[in-house]
T-cell receptor, first 112, second 112 residues
Framework: DAEITQSPRHKITETGRQVTLACHQT?????MFWYRQDLGHGLRLIHY???????NKGEVSDGYSVSRSNTEDLPLTLESAASSQTSVYFC???????????FGPGTRLTVL | DQQVKQNSPSLSVQEGRISILNCDYT??????FLWYKKYPAEGPTFLIS?????DKNEDGRFTVFLNKSAKHLSLHIVPSQPGDSAVYFC???????????FGGGTRLMVKP
């Protein structure tokens, strides 16, 4: 069955370190998204991509970057982790058309 | 400023009764709305959606109502079951059809 996976599921790192969170989908979806979930804020869009070599900034993109070298993967990089980036991160993908996005299981990141 | 708001962070309902979850939005350019359900340690999953050209959409125990003039939508669950206990997110799609804006979520607890 097609799916979307994220790794690692849990990560603890220190302030200032570079961290990369992986996202892999096997639906062959063109559209991929990264969100962070914080209490009271719901899910906020960090970056998104409509296809290979395409990347776009979302609502809360500062301190994050993404790259899209193939259809299946959209890794999220925190260049220099900050305590404010402690959160749960969700990757999602969508074929196109209206709305419905399929979400991965999430990565809980703690920055000490 | 949040464009999609869920003003009730939590809701407790007795099994068998109706659960009503509310969502308000401010951007009149939103033209498609979705509800997602999220269990702990899992990613959100799509539940039901509604286009702005409709005022009601029903799927089994779940019905979404849209009042465009009031910029308000609601999700009704009848009858509520303990397995419905989860966090519910309202989301709105922009008219370009490429970005979802999420509300802060409502935690529903259905008591046996």
């Amino acid at each position: 069955d097609a799916e979307i996976t994220q790794s690692p599921r849990h990560k603890i790192t220190e302030t200032g370190r570079q961290v990369t969170l992986a996202c892999h989908q096997t639906w062959n979806h063109n559209n991929m998204f990264w969100y962070r979930q914080d209490l009271g804020h719901g899910l906020r869009l960090i970056h998104y991509s409509y296809g290979v070599h395409d990347t776009n900034k979302g609502e809360v993109s500062d301190g994050y970057s993404v790259s899209r070298s193939n259809t299946e993967d959209l890794p999220l990089t925190l260049e220099s982790a900050a305590s404010s980036q402690t959160s749960v991160y969700f990757c999602a993908s969508r074929a196109g058309g209206n709305g419905e996005q399929f979400f991965g299981p999430g990565t809980r990141l703690t920055v000490l | 400023d949040q464009q999609v708001k869920q003003n009730s962070p939590s809701l407790s309902v007795q099994e068998g009764r109706i659960s009503i979850l509310n969502c308000d939005y401010t951007n009149s350019m939103f033209d498609y709305f979705l509800w997602y359900k999220k269990y702990p340690a899992e990613g959100p999953t799509f539940l039901i959606s509604i286009s702005s050209i409709k005022d009601k959409n029903e799927d089994g125990r779940f019905t979404v109502f849209l009042n465009k003039s009031a910029k308000h939508l609601s999700l009704h669950i009848v009858p509520s079951q303990p397995g419905d206990s989860a966090v519910y997110f309202c989301a709105a799609l922009n008219n370009a059809g490429n970005m979802l804006t999420f509300g802060g979520g409502t935690r529903l607890m259905v008591k046996p």
